[in-house]
């Protein structure tokens, strides 16, 4: 079984002739390295000795264990991600799924050659006090045409961690707003605040789920659950945790098992509300990824998500749904949400990665009362907020979202194939759009074929006890996903 099939027409030149098509001969753009032909491996190991020198300097003023290798980025181009030993890798992981047009993408890179934009990314405001005059028409232009159905209103922010952070405490302020009514706030819950207890600081809770990531910071790691080594020696809260549904693959041969799994976890959530409830921390929130993502990327099914939102809306409990590393268009829609039909709108939705800044949106319900509520310093960076609207644009133009469901459906059969091939080896085929992952039988032998993807020119990812996680970027096209698979099926067969 062979998959290869290139195409000869280098990326970087595919993007600048539909520039030209597009009427856009005038600008003079960045000369970008044309993207490679096919992965090239010059070292015997990766890292490569320049990639260890570098480490150990760095080495020398901070951690640096979860380095994997130190880039080129002057000479990445496209897919390809190109290392300081001169390895050219294909790049199916992009920054852990951060990267939507690839490297060097000449659109993006004569961004900053405007006179305006620049003066946007040097001027970085304190957008909470001092915004830009442009900043109402970019959100309004930019963030909000791709909102979520239903969602009118965002909080921008820097990363995802703090996107969940804040998002938390807006449902917080949101779920105390419903108890309060119309009273005043009273002055024991002024100055109980100050000294952390109630009533000012109430007894709350974010109910979150088994194999969840949600960040790295301190009240986003009570629902991160994905790896010991994020939580180990870090304080957190008493806030309850369900079990997310565990499927049995394929799908369509496991079709009543896998409902019964659905109903078992729902009533589990619906159980542990009612627990926190009597415990004296009701859940004013439920936190979940349409897909966990760190945790073994994990899916749920439609039916689950619906029922969840049923269960979060009998409660009163807000539903956010964290979009962070789904949203953007890898799954074939722009959030992942949106394949799950849900009968609302999710109450909130996080996001940051592909769309370059971090942020939430969310309706009116949940836009504090008073100022600085919601609030730090920069909340977000109009100098990405330009890069996005490019990325976007190039998105439409280019037909992105198409290019991903076709890509995605060559790197997901060929991936099933090579299941069926090993089956003593992989197993577990899923995912959306090019939002993919393989099992394989443990966890030594996934690290195994990581490794050696890598030393034949594919950087991918590990997640979960024993997942291989495929993060392409939006413009890894049918003939990428054929060099993934020839030489995926050479590791395979080496093992």
């Known amino acids: 079984m062979r998959f290869l099939g290139l195409n000869k027409l280098p990326i970087a030149q595919a993007h600048l002739r539909a520039l030209n098509n597009a009427g856009v001969n ?45 880039a080129d980025y002057e000479k990445s181009s496209g897919n390809y991600i190109q290392d300081v030993d ?57 963030l909000l045409q791709v909102a979520p159905k239903g969602l009118n209103k965002i909080t921008t922010m820097m990363c995802g961690s703090c996107s969940n952070e804040n998002a938390f405490k807006s449902i917080f302020i949101w779920y105390q707003n419903k108890v309060r009514g119309t009273a005043k706030l009273t002055e024991d819950e002024i100055c109980s605040c100050m000294v952390n207890m109630p009533p000012g600081a109430p007894e709350l809770s974010i109910l979150s789920f088994k194999g969840a990531f949600h960040g790295r910071t301190l009240g986003a790691l009570s629902t ?7 939580k180990l020696d870090v304080p957190s809260f008493d806030w309850p945790i369900a079990s997310f549904p565990q ?20 009533a589990e959530v619906a159980d ?23 945790g073994g990327d994990n899916e749920a099914s439609p039916e689950f998500f619906q029922g969840l939102q049923r269960i979060c809306k009998q409660n009163g409990s807000a539903l956010l749904i964290d979009e962070v590393q789904t ?37 009116d319900d949940f836009v504090p009362k008073e100022p600085y ?28 979202m198409g290019n991903v469901a076709s890509a995605g459906k060559v790197l997901k059969d060929g991936l099933l194939s090579l299941e069926k091939e090993f089956p003593n080896l992989l197993n577990s085929t899923r995912g959306r759009g090019t939002y993919l992952a393989v099992n394989s039988v443990n966890g030594k032998v996934r690290d195994s074929i990581v490794a050696n993807l890598k030393l034949n020119g594919i950087q991918t990812g590990g997640c979960g006890e024993n997942a291989i996680r495929f993060r392409p970027a939006l413009v890894f096209k049918e003939h990428h996903a054929n060099i993934v698979l020839d030489r995926f099926r050479k590791v395979l067969k080496s093992l």
Request: charged content about 25%.
């Open 327 to 363: 949203g953007g268009g890898s799954t074939g829609k722009f959030w992942c949400h949106e394949h799950f039909n849900l009968e609302s709108p999710p109450d909130v939705v996080t996001f940051s990665k592909k769309l370059q800044l971090g942020g939430y949106f969310h309706n």
């Open 247 to 266: 499927y049995k693959y394929p799908l369509e041969e496991n079709v009543a098992e896998n409902k019964k799994e659905d109903e078992k976890c729902l």
């Open 272 to 294: 542990l509300i009612e627990v926190y409830k009597k415990k004296g921390k009701p859940v004013a929130g439920v936190i979940i990824e349409p897909i966990q993502s760190e």
């Open 26 to 70: 005038s600008v003079k753009f960045y000369s970008a390295t044309a993207e490679p032909k096919e992965p090239v491996v010059r070292t015997k190991t990766i890292p490569g000795p320049k990639s260890v020198e570098l480490n150990k300097k760095l080495g020398e003023i901070q951690s640096t264990g979860s380095i994997q290798y130190f």
């Open 224 to 230: 991160t659950h994905s790896k010991y080594i994020h």
């Open 86 to 142: 001169g390895n050219v890798l294909l790049d199916v992981y992009t920054q852990i799924s951060s990267v939507p047009l690839g490297y060097n993408h000449p659109r993006l890179l004569n961004l900053f050659k405007d006179d305006k934009n620049i003066k946007t990314l040097v001027n970085r405001p304190a957008l909470g006090v001092f915004p830009g005059k442009e900043w109402p028409d970019k959100l309004q232009s930019i």
């Open 373 to 400: 509520r919601i609030f730090n310093t920069w909340m977000g960076d109009p100098g990405k907020v330009i890069i996005l609207e490019e990325i976007l644009k190039v998105i439409k133009e280019e037909k992105l």
